[in-house]
């Protein structure tokens, strides 16, 4: 009977423990998704004339733009001086980044700071 009623305790015991960590995942994810819907509340809208600004120029910061979505490369040490192998910051890359890069790889990195919008 005490053999029972220890293995019952024991079984309780992990039960519990998987029970907390049934609840440290939820609370993560919910957590992740509170992060997530932050970053895009921030998030701007811009048109192709309004990105041309963001060149990295005269202390401006270097976005780009790539399907769709506004990159910030400021602070990228491959973008110095808002360039990077002759492509210049402030113009949708798309194009570029797709067929000379890993794009997934290069915008993995990147600070999303918006979207294109209608120009």
């Known amino acids: 009977m005490c053999e029972k009623m220890f293995y019952n305790s024991l079984i309780q015991q992990e039960m519990y423990k998987v029970s907390v960590l049934k609840n440290f995942i939820y609370n993560m994810r919910s957590m992740e998704n509170v992060m997530r819907n932050c970053r895009n509340m921030r998030q701007q809208s811009f048109t192709l004339e309004?990105?041309?600004?963001?060149?990295?120029?005269?202390?401006?910061?270097?976005?780009?733009?790539?399907?769709?979505?506004?990159?910030?490369?400021?602070?990228?040490?491959?973008?110095?001086?808002?360039?990077?192998?002759?492509?210049?910051?402030?113009?949708?890359?798309?194009?570029?980044i797709s067929t000379c890069h890993n794009k997934e790889q290069i915008l993995r990195g990147l600070e999303q700071v918006g979207i294109i919008t209608g120009t």
Do not use: I, M, P
């Not at 309004?50 to 733009?65: F, Q, R, T």
């Not at 990077?84 to 570029?96: M, Q």
């Open 50 to 96: 309004e990105l041309l600004k963001y060149d990295g120029k005269n202390g401006n910061k270097a976005y780009v733009a790539v399907d769709g979505v506004v990159y910030d490369v400021t602070y990228n040490a491959a973008w110095a001086a808002g360039t990077h192998f002759g492509l210049k910051a402030g113009r949708d890359l798309t194009k570029e």
